[in-house]
């Protein structure tokens, strides 16, 4: 991992120093995701780093795919998340990027500035992939279950303590949600389709026997708009 002061490019999760940051990733020219956060949170949109709620996991995940070479990561250490939001704010206007409206990020022939928008075109890209081909037609009906949930869904999950709560877009691949969803198998074909960028905890995915005996009679009806998809067993942990 190539340290230059304060600022750090590692390759993957493994290599995220602990501190509070500001970061970029990017693929070539294009910008995937600029934000801010602690080693945490850039781990989840990092390769190999455990899939959690991070709204541009998609984006960054998919992007390398549909971009053909691997995702770069700079990240500029900083003292305090109140100096990470100055900065934050100074990229993104400097990038015309209205903030908490435009998603951060900057693909070239990507139009869209919404994250949905984003996510469509990244979509359209990803079908004509080697990786998507390689697919056999259940799996690649599942891919689209995949990207709807990570577009469209808003889950709402009963805990065991009574609360609601709810996620959307790619927040909607953190293994525990798609796990008290009945979805464990988005976690199988996630990873397949990305080479697994990111990563899920054994509970979070079917085993390779399990993912198998599902695709007999596996069925998917695209909705292609906004839904709901809820789980109010009460036993969410």
């Not at 697994?196 to 979070?204: E, G, I, M, V």
Request: net charge positive; aromatic share 8%; glycine share 8%.
């Amino acid at each position: 991992m190539a340290k230059l002061g304060s600022v750090y490019h590692p390759s993957c999760a493994d290599e995220v120093p602990v501190g509070e940051f500001v970061y970029l990733v990017s693929n070539g020219e294009n910008i995937l995701q600029l934000g801010k956060g602690d080693n945490d949170r850039v781990k989840k949109c990092t390769r190999g780093g455990l899939a959690g709620k991070h709204n541009k996991a998609f984006i960054c995940a998919v992007g390398e795919l549909v971009l053909g070479r691997p995702n770069s990561y700079a990240l500029l250490r900083v003292q305090s998340k109140d100096c990470a939001d100055v900065i934050e704010k100074k990229l993104q206007t400097d990038l015309g990027i209205t903030r908490n409206k435009d998603g951060a990020t900057l693909i070239t022939g990507v139009d869209a500035r919404s994250i949905v928008g984003i996510h469509e075109a990244l979509w359209t890209r990803a079908k004509s992939t080697n990786a998507y081909r390689a697919l056999d037609s259940v799996e690649q009906l599942m891919v689209e279950e995949m990207f709807e949930i990570a577009t469209y869904a808003t889950s709402r999950i009963l805990r065991s303590s009574g609360r609601l709560i709810s996620s959307k877009q790619a927040d909607n691949l953190e293994g525990n949600i798609l796990m008290n969803l009945g979805r464990r198998h988005l976690a199988n074909i996630f990873m397949k389709l990305t080479g697994q960028y990111l990563r899920y905890r054994s509970t979070h995915r079917l085993t390779d026997d399990e993912f198998a005996s599902m695709k007999f009679g596996y069925t998917y009806v695209p909705k292609e708009q906004p839904f709901v998809v809820t789980n109010t067993a009460g036993l969410a942990t």
